[in-house]
């Protein structure tokens, strides 16, 4: 399951568990989320980096609806 970082509280961080739901949906394991409203940072390990690309598409769909306007990927490792 992916590990939450907020810099928010309650909301932000029941929004923070869901979308580590999301991104379990999509085997992306591990991922460390950081709020920035209005930008969600997710850091992934670079082994999964080709992978969270390849369903890009597919997770902003899913991710937008909890009030982020973008989604992005660290491309820092883990």
Same mark, same amino acid.
Request: zero cysteines; charged letters at 25%; glycine letters at 4%.
């Given at each position: 399951?992916?590990?939450?970082?907020?810099?928010?509280?309650?909301?932000n961080?029941?929004?923070?568990?869901?979308i580590a /739901?999301?991104? +379990?949906?999509f @085997?992306?394991?591990d &991922?460390?989320?950081f709020?920035?409203a #209005?930008v969600?940072?997710?850091? %992934?390990?670079?082994? /999964?980096?080709? +992978?969270?690309? @390849?369903?890009?598409? &597919?997770?902003?769909?899913?991710?937008? #609806?909890?009030?982020?306007?973008? %989604?992005?990927?660290?491309?820092?490792?883990?």
């Open positions: 399951m992916a590990k939450e970082h907020s810099l928010g509280q309650g909301e961080q029941t929004s923070l568990k869901e /739901q999301v991104l +379990h949906e @085997q992306i394991e &991922a460390v989320l709020d920035h #209005p969600l940072r997710i850091q %992934i390990s670079e082994a /999964q980096f080709a +992978h969270a690309l @390849q369903v890009r598409e &597919a997770l902003v769909e899913r991710i937008k #609806p909890f009030g982020y306007r973008f %989604i992005a990927l660290d491309l820092d490792e883990l």
